[in-house]
């Protein structure tokens, strides 16, 4: 099984900061990977597909990287919505994985 | 706009089996672009996929839980299902159903259901 790393666990930032998180698989899983957000109580939604591919209606401060075994999500301008928790989740081999997930909250 | 729902008991004894069922409206479960997924979180923890069913009933299973799942599908219904069988307590946890649309542009679960909580206890 391929799994995924994610560091840091967890983040606190101020509003309008940049802000990175990254991922590590255990493999190359070239760029199949995707981010997502998960907010308190709610399903996860889909962020980022693909690596680097913005998914539709999300703002475009959200953006997404890398290919191999090391990728990284960057959030631009840190919004007070954007707190949740984010997981990356590979689809290059079954059985899909998720990282362990990182909290990002505001300082 | 496609819109997923779970329901199914939210509490089950240990040894016995969990049963959930995903509602698909808003479209066809035979749609083919989809392949249609149980995922489950227990309490502060991350995610993990248990399995997935196509509209031919073609299945695939995380080998963690492979002994004891089984995925089906009912097209009359627009429905998919989940069995869960000899349940402990590392099973309770939020179970979510998703959709994973699939295409050239890459694999994805673009729609969740709102996800049900499922607690196994005496």
């Known amino acids: 099984d391929i799994q995924m790393t994610q560091s840091p666990s967890s983040l606190s930032a101020s509003v309008g900061d940049r802000v990175t998180i990254t991922c590590q698989a255990s493999?190359?899983?070239?760029?199949?990977l995707n981010w997502y957000q998960q907010k308190p109580g709610k399903a996860p939604k889909l962020l980022i597909y693909d690596a680097s591919n913005l998914e539709t209606g999300v703002p475009s401060r959200f953006s997404g990287s890398g290919s191999g075994t090391d990728f990284t999500f960057t959030i631009s301008s840190l919004q007070p919505e954007d707190i949740a928790t984010y997981y990356c989740?590979?689809?290059?081999?079954?059985?899909?994985?998720f990282g362990q997930g990182t909290k990002l909250e505001i300082k | 706009q496609v819109q997923l729902q779970e329901s199914g008991p939210g509490l089950v004894k240990p040894s016995q089996t969990l049963s959930l069922t995903c509602t698909v409206s808003?479209?066809?479960?035979?749609?083919?672009?989809?392949?249609w997924s149980w995922i489950r979180q227990p309490a502060g923890k991350g995610l993990e996929w248990i399995g997935r069913i196509y509209t031919s009933g073609s299945t695939n299973y995380n080998p963690s839980l492979k002994s004891r799942v089984t995925i089906s599908v009912d097209t009359s219904k627009n429905q998919f299902s989940l069995k869960l069988s000899s349940v402990t307590a590392a099973d309770t946890a939020v179970y979510y159903c998703a959709a994973e649309r699939y295409s050239s542009s890459g694999d994805a679960f673009d729609i969740w259901g709102q996800g049900t909580m499922v607690t196994v206890s005496s």
């Open positions: 493999q190359d899983i070239s760029n199949y």
């Open positions: 808003g479209g066809s479960i035979s749609s083919g672009s989809y392949y």
């Open positions: 989740q590979q689809y290059d081999n079954l059985p899909y994985s």
